[in-house]
């Protein structure tokens, strides 16, 4: 499978700042990016799906202008999060698919922790 | 329509037990079923998966069992072992999805050494 990594693994931010995730694929050529949120103890959720050089497509309920996806590479995703909030204090992982149906492969997650 | 169900929320097992984890769902149209291992602080990795025209799938000591008529699957861990203490979650997919995957909200299990 593909491997995956996301930078930072842990981030700690003050309220009101912003911050950015980024998730790497290494070795596969990712045409489709997945950005999820998992709070604790509880399932993933998916937050936006990106394809290379395309606007990213938001889940219903996430602020698009909120939650800044950039899909700039087949090897490169950023997740910024806005202006954020202790609410926003998350585990955020990303993944990645090819043009294989069903293929996709997990990044490490990154946990933010907004005070 | 696009929910998937869980169950147990947590399961404790003895080491060398069986560990038994059931998902249900309820969009016919959903035809790719995967299952997935979670470490605390990690992301997902994938354990098996199914498609809906097979009733069983064994990966080692990994077996899903595949019920189309009552929409139900289940992970099956035979010889549990603690190294196998982790969160499972089933997830469904669509085709004209794709990757988009619908998750359960997760088993944690506990092997007792």
């Known amino acids: 499978g593909a491997v995956v990594s996301q930078h930072p693994s842990w981030v700690i931010c003050k309220s009101g700042t912003s911050v950015k995730i980024e998730c790497r694929s290494l070795?596969?050529?990712?045409?489709?990016m997945f950005w999820y949120r998992q709070f604790p103890k509880q399932s993933l959720m998916l937050m936006a799906t990106s394809n290379e050089g395309s606007k990213a497509t938001y889940e219903q309920g996430v602020e698009k202008d909120k939650f800044l996806i950039n899909h700039a590479s087949l090897t490169l995703s950023t997740l910024t999060v806005t202006s954020a909030h202790p609410e926003d204090s998350s585990f955020y992982i990303c993944?990645?698919?090819?043009?294989?149906?069903?293929?996709?492969?997990f990044g490490p997650g990154t946990r933010l922790t907004v005070t | 329509q696009q929910q998937v169900k869980q169950s147990p929320q947590s399961l404790i097992v003895q080491k060398g037990g069986i560990s038994i984890i059931n998902c249900a769902y309820e969009?016919?149209?959903?035809?790719?079923f995967p299952w997935y291992q979670q470490f605390p602080g990690k992301g997902p990795a994938l354990l098996i998966a199914i498609r809906p025209d097979v009733s069983e799938k064994k990966e080692g000591r990994f077996t899903i069992s595949f019920n189309k008529s009552a929409k139900q699957f289940s992970l099956h861990i035979m010889d549990s072992q603690p190294g196998d203490s982790a969160t499972y979650f089933c997830a469904a997919s669509l085709t004209n999805y794709g990757q988009n995957f619908v998750f359960g909200p997760g088993t944690r299990l506990s092997v007792l050494p």
């Open positions: 969009n016919t149209a959903f035809d790719y």
């Open positions: 993944s990645v698919g090819g043009t294989v149906p069903y293929e996709q492969y």
């Open positions: 070795d596969f050529q990712a045409t489709t």
